[in-house]
Nanobody, 115 residues
């Protein structure tokens, strides 16, 4: 049974930092493309960052230079380092694992950026 467990969300002031983690089990983690998505209230879910099995990354334009996705295949974990957080980054952040259309989702972790 595949499980993706996100952690690291919380309340942070504007300009602050958080690091999200997503621990995967039940799949051959190293071959999957891993991604972080987010969904704000009343908005569609959007792709924030993605990292391929080879370590190639891509980030949403609005987070480039502030967020960094990385993975540790030895720990079956993908990370999202978020710096210089803005109120508009407030959302539920979801971890995704994808292998040629075979996809899995985590339960999400709330990130709130507010004074």
């Amino acid at each position: 049974q595949v499980q993706l467990a996100e952690s690291g969300g919380g309340l942070v002031q504007p300009g602050g930092s958080l690091r999200l983690s997503c621990a995967a089990s039940g799949l051959m983690f190293s071959v999957y493309t891993m991604g972080w998505y987010r969904q704000a209230p009343g908005k569609q879910r959007e792709l924030v960052a993605i990292i391929t099995s080879r370590g190639n990354t891509n980030h949403l334009a609005s987070v480039k230079g502030r967020f960094t996705i990385s993975r540790d295949n030895a720990k079956n974990t993908v990370y999202l380092q978020m710096n210089s957080l803005k109120p508009e980054d407030t959302a539920v952040y979801y971890c995704n694992a994808d292998l040629r259309g075979e996809g899995y989702w985590g339960q999400g972790t709330q990130v709130t950026v507010s004074l």
